[in-house]
């Protein structure tokens, strides 16, 4: 028996023999009239010495009882901890419209994978487990995939205030083995994958790529059989899944291919968390832009101070003032009081009304930063219930705090309690919802319960926007951002640093969802100082905000934001639901990208000079994603960062160029020399 499923562009067709169904094609889109039976067939190795008499398959969960040679999909065992090793017989397939499942079933067990076919280009793909009895299950991967069998492995590693490096890792046989541990999807290890066939570029070739949508750490096995097939596992941490149970279902697995390059990854990933997963409270609202005051006062809150900056914001064109850190219980420093969710007296004697009111009458909305699935042993709340914390007592802290067990309900309806009490008392448009510390252990259930608590606060307040931060990009993927709506990418404002982060996660993230602030003169993380164009420009290419003590702008640094904020807001509406394409640049010191509206009708081109190039003259730009048939103006729109040593007659410093879209994907475009810390923005419109 076989089945097809297609979407964006791609087909993954299963068949099966009798066990569990496998595989056997996934890449570009097949013809409607591919004839399943022959694939299946084509499908079928050989046989030669020092192998078993049968080659056993490599099905969406490959067994161990069936001498796999490799990494099992699932390792099961009875209540009692007994292992087991059921052999699944196939039972049945469901079919809907762009769904499939597809049932296995041996000795009580029962094995559904399911897959789904999304508009917006990807396929989901999830393992259900049930069982007669409670049993124990160590390890459960999502529907098993097969890998390509040339090119690359490319996964993620990143830290705090560097997160979303791109690791290139070459295929040989045995395992690839990636696993955050933490309790948290993680800066170490986020959990996405690319396949990168060989020749891959940005704009060209031949990619398959996948990410577990799940937040409380994952673990992936890319592995090389000894007799050649490859194969993908994604699923929960082993030994996540701490209680016996009857009935286990992995996260699901988000696939997009592309013939198209890597951008063709990313065009799928960013429309399908744009618009299909993260659940947006008035999808028609233009995101704001926001001004968050950490980098600017951290714990030490005073109105007349943070008055005056909300003010000196809104001139600038801020639109949501976001109250960090250090408002409630005797917060001031992070020693202490987190669990202690009521406004701090000594900092806010009337509470938050005065400012909010002057933050309401400057036209922007207020914002909140919250972190409530932990507590500091210096609380009222951990004095009071030092049982409801995650792990063994005389565990290591991090940050000096601890993490409520947001499996017991108990917890779960404080803190729906605490933070609703805060959500009805003020109006809060925005909660930046942080977690700062590595888990003590690794529990599905705490993530279940995370999303459960997140769940019932948007029902029931559901204008209210969230953030997923993790001191910056430590909690980034899917799982989460189906209760939020925004992630804080890092806690680097680095302009610089931000530039290639930013362009790493758009082969991820789109932009309406980035987080990216205009940090201060003298970077906090980083100890740079950077021209406020460039910090400025940076921050545009995503969800724009500022984040300093606006005190310390110069005259021409605030006409800068001023008009670089100007400028975001008035092209946002097709900035924000537009895709990012990554280009190659020819320059190593160039990193660029264009955003083109959804409609193809025009685009903006950042080209980013990160450090100074080798070749005294810059490379043309290989523009992609146009019309190869249709004319393009095209218009620098920051003439006056080109430096004192531009003295030739680039065309693009003095006027706009008119070009089809095959030149400027072919040939490119010559941008003007650029001293290191200069983003070129052009403006694309189609004639
Ligand atoms: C870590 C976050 O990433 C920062 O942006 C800031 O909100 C601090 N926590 C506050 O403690």
Not at 144 to 169: M, N, S
Not at 218 to 228: C, F, K, N, T, Y
Not at 601 to 626: C, K, N, Y
Request: aromatic letters at 8%; hydrophobic letters at 40%; proline letters at 7%.
């Amino acid at each position: 028996m076989q089945w097809r499923v297609d979407a964006g562009g791609q087909t993954l067709a299963l068949a099966t023999s009798g066990g569990i169904p496998e595989v056997i094609y996934w890449g570009a889109a097949l013809p409607a009239s591919e004839d399943l039976s022959q694939l299946a067939d084509a499908a079928r190795h050989d046989l030669t010495g020092g192998m078993l008499d049968a080659l056993p398959a490599l099905s969406l969960s490959p067994e161990p009882g069936r001498a796999f040679p490799g990494q099992p999909g699932h390792l099961l065992a009875e209540a009692d901890g007994a292992p087991m090793s059921p052999a699944f017989v196939f039972e049945r397939a469901e079919e809907a419209a762009g769904r499939l499942a597809l049932v296995s079933s041996a000795d009580g067990i029962t094995l559904t994978h399911h897959i789904a076919a999304h508009p917006t280009g990807v396929f989901t793909l999830q393992t259900v487990l049930t069982a007669s009895r409670p049993i124990r299950v160590a390890w459960l991967a999502a529907p098993v995939l097969p890998a390509l069998q040339t090119g690359d492995i490319i996964d993620l590693h990143g830290k705090w205030t560097g997160e979303f490096h791109l690791i290139r890792t070459r295929w040989s046989p045995g395992i690839r083995l990636r696993e955050a541990r933490t309790g948290r999807s993680g800066h170490e290890h986020p959990p996405y994958l690319i396949l990168a066939d060989d020749g891959c570029t940005n704009t060209r070739g031949t990619a398959l790529a996948l990410q577990y949508a799940w937040s409380g750490g994952h673990r992936m096995v890319a592995e090389e059989l000894p007799d050649g097939r490859r194969q993908i596992q994604f699923g929960a941490p082993v030994g996540a899944e701490t209680a016996p149970g009857t009935h286990f279902a992995t996260a699901e697995l988000i696939a997009a291919g592309s013939t198209t390059g890597l951008n063709g990854i990313a065009a799928a990933f960013q429309h399908d968390l744009r618009d299909r997963v993260v659940q947006w409270p008035d999808p028609a609202r233009p995101r704001p832009v926001h001004y968050n005051c950490w980098e600017a006062v951290y714990f030490r809150h005073t109105l007349p101070e943070l008055a005056d900056i909300a003010t000196r914001a809104a001139a600038l064109g801020a639109e949501r003032f976001v109250l960090d850190d250090g408002w409630f219980g005797r917060r001031d420093d992070d020693t202490t009081s987190l669990g202690d969710w009521t406004v701090d007296r000594r900092k806010w004697p009337d509470g938050l009304h005065p400012l909010i009111r002057h933050i309401r009458d400057l036209g922007m909305t207020f914002g909140l930063w919250v972190e409530p699935e932990m507590v500091n042993p210096d609380s009222d709340l951990f004095r009071a219930h030092p049982d409801w914390m995650l792990g063994p007592r005389d565990q290591i802290t991090g940050r000096g705090q601890m993490v409520l067990d947001l499996a017991n309900p108990m917890v779960r309806d404080t803190l729906f309690a605490q933070v609703s009490a805060i959500l009805r008392e003020y109006p809060v448009d925005y909660m930046k919802w942080d977690h700062n510390r590595l888990l003590p252990i690794v529990d599905t259930a705490q993530t279940h319960g995370i999303y459960d608590l997140l769940a019932r606060l948007r029902a029931a307040h559901p204008g209210v926007e969230i953030e997923s931060c993790a001191s910056g990009g430590g909690r980034i993927d899917a799982g989460i951002l189906a209760h939020t709506h925004r992630v804080w990418l890092s806690d680097s404002n680095d302009a610089l640093e931000r530039l290639r982060m930013q362009h790493d996660a758009a082969l991820f993230l789109p932009a309406a969802i980035t987080g990216s602030h205009v940090g201060p003169r003298h970077c906090h993380t980083s100890g740079r100082i950077l021209p406020m164009s460039f910090r400025a420009w940076v921050a545009a290419q995503r969800h724009m905000g500022f984040e300093m003590d606006l005190r310390e702008l110069t005259g021409d640094e605030a006409a800068t934001l001023k008009k670089v904020t100007a400028w975001w807001k008035t092209n946002r509406d097709w900035t924000m639901s537009g895709t990012i394409h990554r280009l190659d640049a020819a320059d190593p010191a160039v990193t660029a990208e264009m955003q083109i509206a959804r409609d193809g009708g025009r685009f903006v081109l950042f080209a980013g000079q990160a450090e100074t190039s080798r070749q005294i003259l810059p490379r043309p730009l290989r523009l992609t994603g146009l019309d190869p048939a249709a004319r393009y103006a095209v218009a620098l729109i920051n003439p006056e960062d080109v430096p004192r040593q531009s003295r030739g007659p680039n065309a693009l410093k003095s006027g706009s160029l008119t070009l089809g879209g095959q030149a400027l994907m072919t040939l490119g475009l010559l941008l003007p020399v650029a001293w290191p810390g200069t983003m070129w923005v052009m403006e694309g419109v189609r004639l």
